[in-house]
């Protein structure tokens, strides 16, 4: 899995199950690809489906609006190169916080992401249920994440949902490189990093909390 974005090779992470459980933790990822003389852009909740110990089995379906930009440039029925952008947590270090190095650090970021690049294509508008079975699936699997009841729509009037329905489009994309990136202080002492982490977790919010912890579950660098 060679390496598109500049990534320090210390930063890089290469295990596909690792990255499999990122993608499942953060399936929140923004979406670029490249029309003519301009880039789109749109963010969107993705399924990833696939066995996590082997990318060239994985496929990411998404969907979003047919007035959309995005949508409008995949409308052609043609694939782009595109790329999508899932992202961690991520938290500003002080060099007050390291034990070792604070006369010769810098502030930093630490962060973790996965970019997917591949072709990026409309999906499901020949295929009656497509959709269906897509939101069911969408729904299902966050209800799940967030340990709430199951979500169906049956209770809707048919012509709501018929109409929610004409006005979105499935998209697919098949990757094609898969880049890890996870800045941890993979480059400092062991000291140091707890030294971050104990800033982290003294900040008291959300993110450095996860940040923290990311630190601490990756301690055999």
Request: proline share 7%; net charge negative; aromatic share 8%.
């Amino acid at each position: 899995m060679k390496a598109h974005t500049y990534i320090p090779p210390h930063f890089c992470q290469y295990d596909p199950r690792v990255l499999s459980r990122t993608l499942a933790a953060h399936p929140f990822a923004a979406v670029v690809l490249a029309d003519a003389d301009e880039l789109c852009a749109v963010h969107l909740p993705f399924l990833h489906f696939g066995d996590p110990g082997k990318p060239d089995t994985w496929r990411f379906e998404s969907h979003l609006a047919r007035a959309n930009p995005v949508a409008q440039v995949l409308a052609d029925g043609k694939e782009r190169s595109g790329i999508l952008i899932f992202t961690g947590p991520d938290a500003y270090l002080s060099p007050r916080w390291y034990a070792e190095s604070q006369a010769t650090s810098v502030p930093t970021w630490n962060y973790q992401a996965v970019h997917v690049r591949g072709r990026l294509r409309l999906a499901g508008e020949d295929q009656p249920g497509w959709l269906d079975r897509h939101l069911h699936d969408l729904i299902d699997t966050h209800q799940a994440r967030i340990g709430d009841a199951p979500f169906d729509w049956d209770h809707l009037p048919a012509r709501q949902i018929e109409g929610m329905k004409a006005a979105i489009v499935g998209i697919e994309l098949l990757p094609e490189r898969i880049e890890g990136i996870e800045k941890l202080g993979q480059n400092k002492t062991a000291a140091d990093r707890d030294g971050v982490i104990e800033g982290l977790r003294r900040r008291g919010d959300a993110e450095c909390d996860a940040m923290a912890e990311l630190m601490r579950a990756r301690e055999k660098y």
